[in-house]
Each structure stands twice: as structure tokens, then as C-alpha cells.
């Protein structure tokens, strides 16, 4: 091999080398992006989670209280508390996440004032939308008549569902904060307020139904003492 065919091969090499180390370092860096990414969106979602399992468990600790009252009032509740997820909760919980992309919108494109107002036009819907709601609660137990269930386990998921109903606009405007607060990235302050609420539902529930006697009335009332709790923390941090 002549001088110029040794040097273009060396020179080759060279460049070969150089790409192995290019794509390396990009790799790395990719990977790197990704593990960042990673752990923003946990951070985002991860105290969102949370909150969520908070929110929930305020029924899973209502329920077993509940359950130390007798069979047919876990029965009733059970039912009312079925029937309350598919005709209110769901209902003003899917309305409230239409804030999610209006106050997104507003909050990316820096219309910040918007948000607010957002806000405030979505608790008036859905404290308007409360009212077929609670008169649809009041009926539960001939609801559950018509539908021929047990006389006796109706006639108790109809005084839990009429106990029930005034927690129903606090549900509505928590989950107007929940998205005004999210879409701003305050996740942290949702959690620990929200953590809050939930102790604080443990003890106004255990209190209502044992110590005052309320039994499966009081569990149900405690649902407006924690969603109003949450409420109002919400908006301490808003």
C-alpha cells in the first residue's frame, strides 16, 4: 500500500471513530433527556395519584364505619353510595375536567387572568347542575322500590343518599379547584391539603356515628365536613 492509500486509510479511521464517539455521547444524552422527563411527569403526577386515592378513600372510610353498624346498613349505604358514583359524582367530576383544557389553554398561552375566571364560570355550572342531582338522591329509595330491591335495604340507601346530598356542591367546586390548581403545577399543596382533609373526615366520621349515635346518617354527613375541608384549603393555596 502507497503513502496516500495509508494516510486516507488512517484518515478513515479516524472519522469512524469520531461518529462511534458522536452517536455515544448523543445516546447518553438522550438517555438522559429521558430520565429527566421522567421523573417531571412523576413529579407532576405522582402527588396527583395521591390525591386521587385521597379523595376516594374519604367512601372506603366511611364504608368501614358503616360496616360496624349492622349488615343491612352496610348493605344500604353500599347501594346509595353505587348509585351516588354513576348519577353525581362521576357526573360533576367529568364536568370538572373540561377545566383542564380551557385553564391549560389559558395557562400556556399566558392568559393568566383567565384562569379565574375559568374558574368561577365552572363552579356556577356545576352548582346549577347539583340541583337535578340532589332531587335524583332525594328519590333513591323509590328508586330502588320500582327497581324491586329490598324494601329494607332501600329504605336505608335512601336516608344515606338524603344525608348525602349536601355534600354534593362541595364535590362540584373542589373539582373545579383541583383543576384550576393542577394545570398550574401547585401538586404539592393538593396533596398535603388534601391528606389533611382526609384525617380530618376520619375523625368527624368516627365522632358523628359513634359518639353522637348518628349511625349510617352521620357517615353520610361527614362527606360535606371533608369535601368542605378540602374545599376551603384548596383555596387557601389558590
Known amino acids: 500500500m502507497d503513502e496516500n492509500g495509508g494516510r486516507k ?27 429527566r422527563e421522567i421523573k417531571k411527569q412523576m413529579g407532576l403526577a405522582g402527588p396527583l395519584v395521591l390525591v386521587s386515592f385521597l379523595q376516594y378513600s374519604l367512601q372506603l372510610i366511611s364504608i368501614m364505619f358503616i360496616g360496624h353498624l349492622g349488615e343491612l346498613q352496610l348493605s344500604g ?29 389559558s395557562y400556556g398561552g399566558k392568559q393568566y387572568e383567565m384562569l379565574g375566571i375559568h374558574m368561577q364560570r ?11 342531582i340532589a332531587v335524583l338522591w332525594a328519590s333513591i329509595e323509590q328508586i330502588l ?4 330491591q329490598d324494601p329494607l335495604i332501600s329504605e336505608q340507601a335512601g336516608i344515606y343518599g338524603k344525608w ?7 364535590y362540584g367546586l373542589l373539582q373545579c379547584q383541583l383543576r384550576f390548581l393542577q394545570t398550574q403545577h401547585l401538586t404539592s399543596p393538593l396533596l398535603i391539603s388534601t391528606a389533611a382533609s ?19 346518617k352521620g ?7 371533608g369535601f368542605g375541608c378540602s374545599f376551603f384549603s384548596h383555596g387557601l393555596v389558590s
Request: proline share 3%; aromatic share 10%.
Open 164 to 170: 348525602l346530598i349536601p355534600s354534593i356542591i362541595p
Open 9 to 35: 486509510l488512517d484518515d478513515l479511521e479516524s472519522y469512524l471513530v469520531s461518529e462511534s464517539l458522536k452517536m455515544r455521547l448523543n445516546g447518553d444524552q438522550k438517555w438522559e433527556e429521558v430520565i
Open 145 to 148: 322500590t320500582f327497581l324491586k
Open 122 to 132: 365552572a363552579m356556577v355550572v356545576l352548582s346549577l347542575i347539583c340541583i337535578p
Open 77 to 105: 349505604a353500599s347501594m346509595a353510595l353505587s348509585f351516588a358514583g354513576v348519577t353525581g359524582f362521576s357526573l360533576l367530576l367529568g364536568m370538572g375536567s373540561a377545566l383542564e383544557t380551557l385553564c391549560g389553554q
Open 198 to 216: 382526609s384525617f380530618i373526615h376520619l375523625l368527624v366520621c368516627w365522632v358523628l356515628v359513634f359518639e353522637f349515635g348518628l349511625g349510617i
Open 219 to 225: 357517615a353520610a354527613f361527614s362527606y360535606l365536613l
